[in-house]
Structures are given as C-alpha cells and as structure tokens.
C-alpha cells in the first residue's frame, strides 16, 4: 500500500514565506495611514477617501484578531488626530481624548468585518463593512457632533455621484464607499471572488449615469430672485466688543457700556446701509451672516425699526441676523433670524437649534427645534443657521414643508473653510431646495437643489464681503424627502441579521481559524 504524502517544504522557504506576507501586510498598513491623513479633514483628496479604507481593512483581515484590531486603532487615532487638527473646537488635551474617543465608532466597522465577513459567503460577506459603516455614522450623527466626520462629504464637488443624495441621503455615498474597501479586499484575496466587485461596479455605474442623467436632462429650470447676502465689514474683535463678558456678568461701567453700544451701532449702520444700496440694484431677498449685529436686548426693538424701515421702504425681505443679550439671564444669548417681510413686519423670528457644542451652547436660549417658514413670490422661503445645517434630520422638515430657498447664515474659521459650505451644499440635494449660505469667517456660496455651485465669496480672499446671487424660486420633492433614512434602517437592520446569521453558523459548523 502506497500512502501519499505532501512534499516537504524546507523551514527556510517557510520564513521567507512568512516574512513575505509580514512585509506586505506592513506595506498595506502604512499605505492606509498615509491615505487616512488626507481621507478626511483638512486638507481631503477624493480619491484617497475611497482608498485608505480598503487598505486598512486588508491589513486588518491579513494580520492576527487582535494585534491587527490594536494596531488599527491607534492608527485611526493617530490620523485622525492629526487630519482633524484645529476643525473640532475643543481645546488642548480634550481635543485628543475626543480623538481617542471618536476613533472607537471608526473602528467598529473593521472589527465586525473581522469577526463576521469570514463566517458568510463571499457575496453575503462583502455587505458587513459597508452596513457597519453606516450603520455607525448614521447613530453618530443623531449626537452633538452631528454628520460630522461621515466620509460622504469627502466626495464634495462629484455632482454626478451626488444626485444619489435626493434618493439616499448621505448614507449611499457612505455604502458606496465601505463596499468598494469590502469587494477589493476580496478580489485581492488568494481564492478571489469577482462577482461583489462585479456588482458594486455595475451599481456605481448606474449610480454615476442616473446622476449624469439627471443634471444633464432636467436641469433646475424656473424663474430666478436676486439674493444678497452680507457679512460685516467691521468684524467685531474689536477692543469694545471685549467688554461683552462683562455686560453680561453685570460687571461693567458706565463707559464699557457706552463704548459696546457704539461698536455694535457702527456694526449695524454698515450693514444697514449696504442692504439699502442691494435692494436699489435689485435684489429682493437680503440677509446678513450669522450674530452679525451683537447688541443688548433692550437695543433691539430700535434696530429692527429700522430694518422694517427699509424693507417697506424698498419692497424686500430682510433676514437681519442678530446675536442679542440679556445681561443677569440664565442663557443670556439670542442666535437668531429675524425676517422681516415687503410691508414692514416681521414674519418670523428663528432661534438656532444647534448652537455650537461649548460657549455657545451654554448661553443660547433653546430654540423649539422647529424650522420657520413665509410663502413669498418667490417661493415657499425657510432659514437655518449655521451648525443647524450639519443635522440631516432638522432640514428634513424643509423638505417636508416644500422649501423652495433656505436662508443659511452661518460663522465659520479658517479650518472648516471650505468644508462646511460644502457640508451645507448636501442637504439642498437632499432635500431638494435652493440655499444660500453666507458665512462670516469663511465661504459663502449659493447652490440650486442639485448641487451647482451658483455664487460664491470666500472671506479670506474677497475685498467685498457682499455675495450676490440669482437663485431658482421653486425647489423639487425628492424620494429622501419622502423616504427619508431608509437606507440607513435597512443597513441597521441587516447588520443585525448578518450578525445573527454570523453566530448561527459559528455554532453549526464552529469557528473559522
């Protein structure tokens, strides 16, 4: 009897077998790092956004559970810390134990893929990092941060790939690109499937030709209105303003007082004026920039006098901007919107509903979280400020109620600039409204509800701090605004089942090695 056996394979051809795959699994893990540094952030490359999970999760499927899992982690720490730098306004030492903290839920998707991808088939495999990342974004924008850090808004400015936004929200971006790491690693892996990649290519595809189609074939086509939005030429870093702390703590002069009430006064004279001479070259809708008048509570009914004064007077809407306190109050700040309409009367008056995690959110009144709205000649008109417009789920009631241009005015800094106008710019497709955004500090820019970019001032560039735009006066209804998240639930939900599928294989037929 003849007992076949396996050719011996020599102990040095192991090792050099085993420093091979070590050398490689390296290289994959420090491509990931150097394409996470430009992912996301700061300074973002499309295309690397695309890459860097792919990379990162094939060293993690390569290498051993847990040192793999480690390594990652500190990775995703490290890179994040860094690309992030200056965006997060938390200050020192808590903006790294953000870091710490926030590279856990960016973790999560590479470790369900480690422990469930291997445990189900190759097609039904390639679905578990892709429903866990978003399925972990969607949860995490529902926190103070919001839709921050969701890798969709790295593809700002892709407008054929982002017409999937009026259809899906920001999660089919986000699927898109945690499948495309999911179906590579599988077509790179020794008995590779193509049929994943086959089919995630032939659903971007369609993807991409469904949106070309879109912005080529049904263009925004309705009439357009003149919009004029302004920033303060005076920015209020003046050493007046500096007496604001004490006002407020009721701590200050007679003369500290006095000085505040000309700075804001100054403030609101530039302002006033400058909205005058837009509305007598045309423009019918004007707003300013988020808190652009800061003034005492007891100074405003004079200030919107005037306001009111000239919008009767010029036949516009204008959306004055004001940041109003009320000295010994519990949450002394008012961020708020006040429109006022063609007749002289104030249509409505709307409080941020997201102030700004930190000193902000400490001092604003709480706003009712409800959107404010005026049916105009120029379409149904709807505002949000600033950080309000990170929230899928607040500007879903624009798109509930119709919106047909939504007011933005917003603050920024130098490190958030240009992404959060481009974050903005999502929900006009998603919902399916025209937006202007004006923002003190940073971009502003005006989009038509697919995403072109129809006007634009950066404040670090421009000498005139006046953006005008013609913006379309009728928005669309699109199937997010009906459908909302449903693309996020059904990730959720089939996370759960693919996990459930996971453990009841696991048992039947016991744990892969």
Request: proline content about 6%; overall charge positive; glycine content about 8%.
């Amino acid at each position: 009897m003849v007992i076949a056996t396996s050719p011996r394979v020599p102990q040095s051809e192991n090792s050099r077998k085993s420093w091979g795959e070590h050398s490689a699994n390296r290289g994959w893990l420090i491509a990931a790092c150097v394409l996470l540094l430009v992912a996301d952030g700061r300074d973002t490359i499309a295309l690397a956004a695309w890459l860097a999970p792919a990379c990162l999760l094939r060293f993690v499927r390569k290498e051993r559970a847990l040192p793999g899992l480690a390594i990652a982690y500190v990775a995703l720490v490290l890179t994040r810390g860094i690309a992030f730098r200056g965006m997060v306004p938390i200050p020192g030492i808590f903006y790294y134990i953000f870091a710490v903290i926030s590279a856990i839920s960016a973790l999560l998707p590479y470790l369900a893929d480690r422990l469930l991808a291997g445990r189900l088939g190759k097609f039904t495999g390639s679905f578990v990092f892709p429903c866990t990342l978003v399925a972990t974004q969607f949860l995490y924008s529902h926190g103070p941060q919001g839709s921050w850090g969701t890798v969709a808004y790295t593809q700002a400015g892709n407008l054929p790939l982002l017409q999937l936004l009026s259809v899906t929200g920001i999660w089919g971006v986000t699927f898109l690109i945690g499948w495309f790491a999911a179906v590579v690693n599988q077509a790179l892996d020794p008995y590779r499937s193509l049929r994943p990649f086959a089919a995630f290519a032939s659903v971007l595809l369609a993807v991409l030709l469904g949106g070309g189609a879109r912005l080529a074939f049904v263009p925004a086509s309705s009439s357009s209105v003149r919009v004029a939005s302004l920033s303060p030429a005076a920015q209020p870093v003046q050493p007046a303003f500096n007496h604001l702390n004490a006002i407020v703590a009721g701590r200050a002069s007679s003369a500290e007082i006095s000085a505040f009430r000309d700075a804001s006064a100054a403030v609101a004279d530039d302002l006033l004026s400058r909205s005058a001479v837009e509305a007598s070259s045309g423009a019918r809708i004007i707003f300013w920039s988020e808190t652009a008048v800061y003034l005492l509570a007891e100074d405003e009914p004079a200030l919107l006098a005037r306001g009111r004064e000239i919008a009767r007077t010029n036949h516009i809407y204008l959306g004055m901007t004001l940041g109003t306190w009320t000295p010994g109050a519990p949450k002394p700040l008012q961020n708020k919107l006040v429109l006022i309409e063609p007749d002289g009367n104030v249509a409505w008056q709307y409080l941020k509903a997201h102030p700004t995690p930190g000193p902000e959110a400490a001092a604003s009144v709480p706003s009712d979280g409800k959107l404010k709205r005026v049916d105009s000649p120029y379409g149904r008109i709807m505002a949000a400020i600033c950080y309000d417009m990170d929230f899928p789920s607040l500007l879903a009631q624009a798109g509930a109620q119709r919106a047909d241009i939504v007011l933005s005015p917003a603050g920024d800094w130098r490190a958030i600039d240009p992404r959060h106008t481009q974050m903005a710019s999502f929900r006009a497709i998603e919902q399916g409204f025209n937006l202007v955004r004006q923002t003190n500090q940073g971009l502003s820019a005006a989009y038509d509800y697919q995403g072109h970019q129809l006007a634009h001032m950066d404040q670090y560039q421009a000498e005139q701090l006046t953006m005008v735009a013609q913006v379309p006066t009728r928005g669309v209804r699109t199937f997010y605004s009906l459908f909302g998240d449903w693309l996020a639930w059904f990730c959720l939900f089939a996370l759960m089942g693919l996990v459930w599928s996971g453990i009841r294989d696991s048992r039947a037929h016991g744990s892969p090695e």
